[in-house]
């Protein structure tokens, strides 16, 4: 799962050598993340009409984050807190992707 995560560029790698401060970096799949956050931007943040129960779902987890890094209930969510919803969100979703893809290998 973490390989997988790494992978699609969706698991910060951290780098540490001796005495050097700790840097993060992006690893995977540039393309893979562009492309996951142009999903979650049209299907997840902009409220469209949809009955998809996993995009509903998504959609749950993503409010659920927004909430839990927001101070009040009517602040709209700004800087570091939407960049953290997202990111958990994106987190959830890879690990919804894997679980699906895993459960399409086994079937076949």
């Known amino acids: 799962m973490r390989r997988f995560q790494k992978a699609i560029g969706v698991a910060p790698v951290q780098e540490e050598s001796g005495t050097s401060l700790k840097k993060r970096r992006t690893g995977g799949s ?7 956050w142009q999903w979650m931007f049209t299907q997840i943040e902009v409220r469209r009409k949809t009955q998809n129960p ?32 997202r ?8 690990i919804l992707l ?6 399409a290998v086994a079937q076949s």
């Open 30 to 36: 540039s393309l893979c993340r562009k492309a996951l």
């Open 87 to 94: 990111a958990y969100t994106r987190r959830k979703v890879a």
């Open 98 to 103: 894997f679980e699906a893809l895993v459960k």
């Open 54 to 85: 996993r995009i509903l779902e998504i959609r749950q987890l993503y409010q659920t984050a927004l909430d839990r890094y927001s101070l009040s209930s009517d602040e709209r969510p700004r800087g570091i807190k939407i960049k953290l919803a």
